[in-house]
């Protein structure tokens, strides 16, 4: 009865069966799962419980009352010191007046009209959410008059983010999917409850049966995957057979919906006439099958309901159940489309029109499927390997910096497509060129190898809170300083650019997970922020900063946490020199947060690799190995392993070439400029001679791409009768 559930969790495939292959035994719902009022009671209760928790998070990061406790940070001791030695006295006097001033502050920050105003659209957002969850469980197990008892009983259990600490000794002490598992569990302590002495294969049904229910409300969103990873966790289940049954509703629901447009010729001709007016005018390079699906109209909508039946009861509950679960989703192709992104692209006109002024090359560039290109438009192509390949979750990698484009997609190979469906953003081609090349040449100088020297004899803080940088660093600074000006600039935009994207749905109704490194972490930055001004909530899953050239202070992370339901983690070195001075100007008393924890936030991870990252530039090479060490999903092990092999190669360059400078004469700053555009244009010119068409350019065209074709990135939608 549970074979097909055993499979999942083993990992093995699992072909589909048709309705006649349950119509010998009892068809398996909640209610036969849950046969007793005992456990369909604790199943609320669970869910109660579960989501009681998740708003009290969101309550958390608005409570002046609460605040990380961490030592004292080298930043703010650098600081204090300043005045000279103080007695004991003094200090704890000190201390006090500081706790006392810090209390006070976040109450004046958090009381704003603004911040209440953010609160209050949080909190509405969630409770609509919850009380949409709980009605569509009730009615599956015929409990809705329980609901209302379940939400009074509810308890929160919340814990307080991990900090950590990664060496380069712990780099290899466990495997990936170990220390996921670790860090679902911390992240998520399991919730005591009656239904986790349950046989293994019944409580993958529960979950697999709320992940439909789920759906069924014709969307995924963050809030949703958080809570189907807290309930798994309660009931002892691995990680993976959450994402492997994700991975086997995705398909099934796409295969499905394929299957009855196959099958049925009205709905051909529907499609074809659809096509010819352009009233659903969609490329090629949109979702695999979503496409299709968006053209039908609803017309097979009684057949696709009863194919989402047959395919999702060969993942072990009937083929009724399953169906009733997703309720609309399973009858409506378009919402089915629609999930999946079939119709995000098509952001309106004035935003195109506004975006495309400031920020150029915007696109969502897939990390794994190969494309062929046509007149400069990505296209996938609908091979038998490429076919499977769309998922519930969406991750986006955005790179700090360029030395050439294939770096816009070679770093987030390391995310793996099991879990998720992975993208590049790719934007500002040309001063993402010119930052990188910019930042290599810098450190390969004479003036670069002279100053580490020194700036390594005295704390980074120290050096940003008194000046003290090396003369010869300062000469040359323009270098470095007006590509990193530029490049702050337009990903601040970007990140504006993206924020409007995933609001228009440009990735479907799916949980997105957002990477970056560098300049890359601004961009996610800045799309928090603007996410917080929208108050569009239920977008973003998890976020991981890396080595952030943003601020730390606690008013902008307090209004990004707001909008991630998940993960929010600030990955930091204070051994990142090239960080250090690159944010030399910047107001200091905001501190920053690639140096640094951001304090004062609950809420937020903190990350420190100062014992791996001793250099700005690493992080390109060392994301997945931090990212494995943190316990982040679905990375490819490979790839990671690859990417460290890459450093040790590209330090050995770099130490070989900065040898062979600092034998030279000294530098100036036009020289090196010249080197810095010599660089750009190899970079450039090897990327086009290559043809690396997976990042979505023809030859010649890495500057013209029309608005439409920018923002729209790999869904390539256009306007209706465009």
């Known amino acids: ?162 900090q950590h600490q990664i060496t380069r000794d712990s780099t290899e002490d466990s495997s990936a999917e170990a220390t996921s598992e670790t860090a679902l569990k911390n992240l998520y302590p399991p919730r005591e409850t009656t239904l986790s002495r349950l046989p293994m294969e019944q409580r993958a ?18 809030e949703s995957r958080v809570l189907l990873l807290q309930i798994s966790s309660s009931l002892k289940l691995p990680l993976s057979a959450l994402t492997g049954d994700e991975t086997k509703v995705a398909q099934g629901l796409l295969d499905a919906a394929k299957q009855q447009m196959s099958a049925d010729e009205s709905t051909k001709k529907k499609a074809q006439e659809n096509a010819e007016s352009r009233k659903w005018k969609v490329g090629l390079g949109t979702v695999a099958g979503a496409a299709l699906i968006g053209v039908t109209g609803g017309l097979a909508a009684p057949l696709l309901a009863a194919g989402v039946g047959s395919v999702m009861g060969g993942l072990g509950l009937g083929a009724t159940a399953a169906a009733g679960y997703l309720g609309a989703l399973a009858g409506s192709a378009p919402l089915v489309g629609a999930l999946f992104g079939a119709y995000g692209g098509k952001m309106t006109g004035q935003a195109i029109d506004r975006y495309a002024k400031e920020v150029e090359d915007f696109a969502f560039i897939p990390v794994h499927q190969k494309a062929s290109q046509h007149h400069g438009i990505l296209h996938h192509k609908d091979t038998a390997g490429e076919k499977d390949t769309r998922r519930l979750r969406v991750a986006i990698g955005v790179s700090g910096w360029l030395t050439s484009p294939a770096d816009i997609v070679t770093p987030w190979l390391i995310l793996s497509p099991n879990g998720f469906e992975p993208f590049a953003l ?83 109704e799916r949980p997105v997970t957002l990477v970056g490194y560098s300049m890359g972490a601004r961009t996610i930055y800045s799309c928090l922020n603007t996410l917080a001004e929208r108050k569009a909530f239920g977008l973003v899953e998890n976020v991981i900063l890396l080595g952030a050239p943003t601020p730390s202070d606690s008013v902008a992370w307090r209004r990004m946490r707001s909008v991630v339901a998940g993960r929010v983690v600030n990955v930091h070195s204070s051994k990142d020199y090239l960080l250090a001075f690159l944010y030399r100007s910047a107001s200091l008393q905001l501190g920053v947060a690639g ?108 500057n013209t791409r029309t608005s439409e074709e920018s923002v729209s990135g790999e869904h390539k939608i256009a306007r209706a009768g465009a």
């Open 1 to 162: 009865m549970f074979s097909s559930v055993s499979n999942l969790l083993g990992g093995k495939s699992q072909e589909h069966h048709s309705v006649s292959d349950h119509s010998n035994e009892k068809e398996q719902s909640l209610t036969t799962i849950l046969s007793s009022s005992d456990d369909r009671t604790a199943l609320l209760l669970l869910i109660a419980n579960c989501t009681e928790s998740m708003r009290k998070t969101v309550c958390d990061n608005f409570d002046p009352r609460l605040t990380t406790k961490k030592p004292t940070t080298p930043f703010t001791t650098s600081i204090l010191d300043l005045g000279g030695e103080r007695t004991d006295a003094e200090k704890e006097k000190a201390a006090a007046e500081r706790e006392q001033q810090e209390r006070q502050r976040r109450i004046d920050e958090l009381g704003k009209p603004e911040t209440q105003a953010l609160k209050k659209a949080a909190l509405a957002y969630f409770d609509d959410w919850r009380d949409r969850v709980l009605e569509r469980v009730g009615e599956a197990i015929n409990s809705r008059p329980a609901i209302e008892t379940q939400k009074e009983k509810a308890e929160a259990k919340v814990m307080d983010p991990p």
């Open 205 to 222: 049904l529960i979950v697999h049966s709320l992940l439909l229910l789920v759906l069924g409300m014709e969307s995924y969103p963050a």
């Open 426 to 508: 790719r934007y500002e081609l040309d001063a993402m060129m010119g930052l990188g090349n910019a930042l290599f040449t810098y450190i390969k100088s004479k003036a670069w190898g002279y100053a580490k020297a020194e700036l390594i004899k005295r704390t980074i803080f120290a050096s940003l809170t008194a000046a003290l940088w090396p003369l010869g660093l300062l000469k040359v600074a323009k270098v470095v300083d007006n590509p990193f000006s530029i490049a702050k600039t337009r990903s601040d935009k970007a990140g504006a650019v993206l924020a409007e994207a995933l609001i228009n749905k440009v990735q479907g």
């Open 595 to 702: 140096l640094q924890p951001v304090d004062d936030v609950i809420g937020v991870e903190n990350v420190d690799v100062s014992e791996l990252v001793d250099g700005h530039t690493k992080y390109r090479f060392l994301t997945g190995t931090i990212l494995k060490k943190i316990g982040f999903e679905d990375l490819d092990l490979d790839e990671v392993t690859k990417e460290e092999q890459v450093l040790k190669i590209e330090e050995k360059k770099e130490e070989e070439e900065r040898r062979r400078n600092m034998q030279g004469e000294d530098g100036d700053e036009a020289q090196m400029n010249k080197e810095v555009e010599k660089k750009k244009q190899e970079g450039m010119m090897g990327w086009v001679n290559n043809g690396l068409s997976q990042i979505g350019f023809g030859s010649g065209q890495a």
